[in-house]
């Protein structure tokens, strides 16, 4: 008995399935070091494989991955887990790469992606610059000489990170100054690039931030100053250069988190604290925090922006903060809390409808028989924040899960309604599109070819002095503009043919992924992340939910509607 992955598999004769257009994922990365202008640069890498799918007639690059400042030594990435999600989904399957150095320099893990992991998936691999791609059979013999190359890289990667280390280590135990990845708030590089120096227009906002603190005034009243009086946050200012909001720019608001890293870094008093991760690649070390007495302080370096007096008291305070919350954490039950609270099964899909923020989870209460009773809800984070500049729309989790379990079912049910459907009558209408198509293609090609006919005969003419120079130019030009018509017409012709092939594509894996997930008796992690894109809560509790596939679902509709109308 076929198993049921495989009930789909053969939705299209054997010839439309060798066409089928490979629908590609762009990966690009750029270490931290390495130069934004030159060959690797995120552009040239874009270009080059924009410019290959192109040529090719069996890809599209539908996304697109980037690791902007990400090292290649190991694979935890954003990007790359990112795109290996949507392998899994079904949402891509075929990676392009620059080179194989983009890819990853580490070599053990490498290999085993390019010769186990993706083959295992049915993932096309193709590295540019290196001429390789998996689909194509010569390529095999290549596989010794891509490993030998992976390890070069490697090998070039452990003795950057071992004379870069050791550069760094000399540098700590001399206390010499090197800058950060990241300027501190309210400094900038001097004209030598050197060493800090005061960036006035951001300083006068740590000087106030460290004044209001001082004087008793909450992190989060401080935040909702700084937002009142328009000021951009830190990572706004280093992107804009301004300290307040400008035309144009999205006013967003200050954490306290980021106010907290600003009140206990001593950069402001003129000291830098150094050595506070360590990583060695050549040695096989993660990234680990160092203990404190390990750390080097680097004291005197650079102006300072406040008095060591301001900064001890602002320290005081801070400490005085955490020791009364950590009093009422055990006083209370926010421990017992937290742990409901583990695993947040709508993390990165639930917003709020009116201001786009995140909707954050939370301890609500409510009164049944007069007793008040703990559930868990979601809140507005902007409301949660700033009371004034959103509504405070809740709703809880229990009722939530509820109406996105029968949206789920109720479409699952839909599937299992349309399953024949779409095995029949859909793929033989999918079919007669493709023929109809390939039918208006070669007309338009038998078109192109008397014309081209007409056109070498009245050359002839011409050129044996039977025809004017003008009638064979007027003749000239008219040729032209239909030679052009026509090739518009086969390129209008082949995108709404990719286009077929890929709404085919997407149903087959629409079928698989939906199914997947039927027989649960309740909401799961797994429906949200395989049924689920994003979830818009507005203040009246109203919800707008976009499913995955949703384009699927809509093609299927207008099918149906269309048929019973025929």
Same mark, same amino acid.
């Given at each position: ?34 130069? /934004? ?9 874009? =270009? ?56 990853? =320099? ?6 085993? /992606? ?6 295992? %998936? ?9 001429? /390789? ?11 010794? %000489? ?9 090998? /070039? ?68 100053? *700084?937002?009142?009086?328009?000021? %951009? ?8 250069? =301004? ?51 390990? =750390? ?46 583990? #695993? ?5 899909? %639930? ?12 301890? #609500? ?20 924040? *700033? ?51 390939? #039918? ?52 209008? *012709? ?61 093609? *299927? ?10």
């Amino acid at each position: 008995m076929a198993r049921t992955a495989e009930r789909y598999l053969d939705l299209r004769p054997d010839k439309e399935r060798e066409e089928t257009v490979c629908r590609a994922g762009n990966y690009l990365r750029l270490s931290v070091d390495s130069d /934004y202008t030159g060959s690797d640069s995120l552009e040239n890498q874009r =270009r080059l494989a924009r410019e290959y799918a192109d040529r090719a007639s069996d890809i599209q690059i539908v996304k697109e991955y980037i690791d902007d400042g990400k090292t290649g030594t190991n694979f935890e990435r954003p990007a790359f887990a990112r795109m290996m999600a949507d392998l899994r989904q079904g949402e891509i399957d075929c990676i392009i790469v620059k080179d194989l150095s983009r890819f990853g =320099r580490a070599y053990t893990e490498a290999g085993s /992606y390019i010769e186990k992991v993706f083959p295992f %998936l049915g993932v096309r691999f193709i590295s540019i610059v290196d001429r /390789y791609d998996s689909s194509d059979p010569e390529c095999d013999k290549e596989l010794l %000489l891509l490993s030998l190359k992976n390890l070069m890289h490697e090998m /070039y990667a452990k003795d950057i990170s071992k004379k870069v280390g050791s550069i760094y280590k000399i540098k700590q135990e001399k206390k010499v100054f090197y800058r950060s990845s990241t300027l501190p708030y309210g400094y900038k590089m001097d004209q030598a690039g050197k060493n800090y120096c005061i960036d006035e227009p951001a300083a006068e906002i740590v000087r106030e931030i460290f004044a209001q603190y001082r004087k008793g005034t909450s992190k989060y009243v401080i935040c909702q100053q *700084l937002f009142e009086r328009q000021v %951009l946050t830190p990572a706004q200012y280093r992107k804009t250069g =301004r300290v307040f909001r400008g035309d144009g720019d999205e006013l967003k608001i200050w954490h306290a988190s980021s106010l907290e890293r600003i009140l206990k870094n001593p950069v402001y008093i003129g000291n830098v604290l150094r050595h506070k991760t360590e990583q060695s690649f050549f040695e096989g070390k993660k990234s680990s925090a160092v203990p404190d007495e390990e =750390r080097v302080l680097i004291t005197e370096n650079h102006p300072a922006l406040i008095s060591a007096e301001v900064f001890e008291e602002v320290q005081d305070r801070l400490g005085c903060m955490r020791e009364e919350y950590a009093g009422y954490r055990s006083r209370s039950d926010v421990v017992k809390e937290s742990k409901v609270f583990e #695993g947040n099964i709508f993390q990165g899909k %639930l917003f709020c409808g009116k201001c786009g923020a995140n909707m954050i989870r939370r301890v #609500g209460y409510h009164h049944v028989d007069g007793q008040e009773v703990r559930h868990k809800e979601y809140m507005c984070d902007t409301y949660n924040r *700033l009371p004034a500049k959103c509504s405070p729309g809740r709703i809880e989790e229990k009722e939530l899960c509820a109406i996105l379990y029968a949206a789920i079912r109720k479409h699952l049910s839909l599937i299992k309604g349309m399953k024949k459907l779409v095995e029949r009558d859909v793929r033989y209408s999918f079919e007669a599109r493709m023929q109809k198509l390939e #039918g208006e293609k070669q007309r338009i090609r038998n078109c192109k070819a008397i014309t081209e006919q007409e056109y070498l005969e009245k050359y002839a003419r011409y050129t044996a002095g039977t025809s004017s120079r003008e009638t064979f130019q007027e003749f000239r030009r008219v040729y032209l503009e239909k030679m052009n018509s026509y090739q518009e017409q086969l390129e209008e *012709l082949d995108a709404e043919g990719k286009k077929v092939k890929r709404n085919i594509a997407s149903i087959k894996n629409m079928f698989l992924t939906w199914s997947a997930v039927d027989g649960g008796r309740k909401l799961t992690e797994d429906m949200v992340n395989s049924c689920i894109e994003r979830i818009d809560v507005f203040p009246d509790k109203r919800l707008e939910v976009k499913l995955r596939y949703h384009d699927c679902f809509d093609l *299927l509709e207008k099918w149906v509607e269309g048929e019973k109308e025929a």
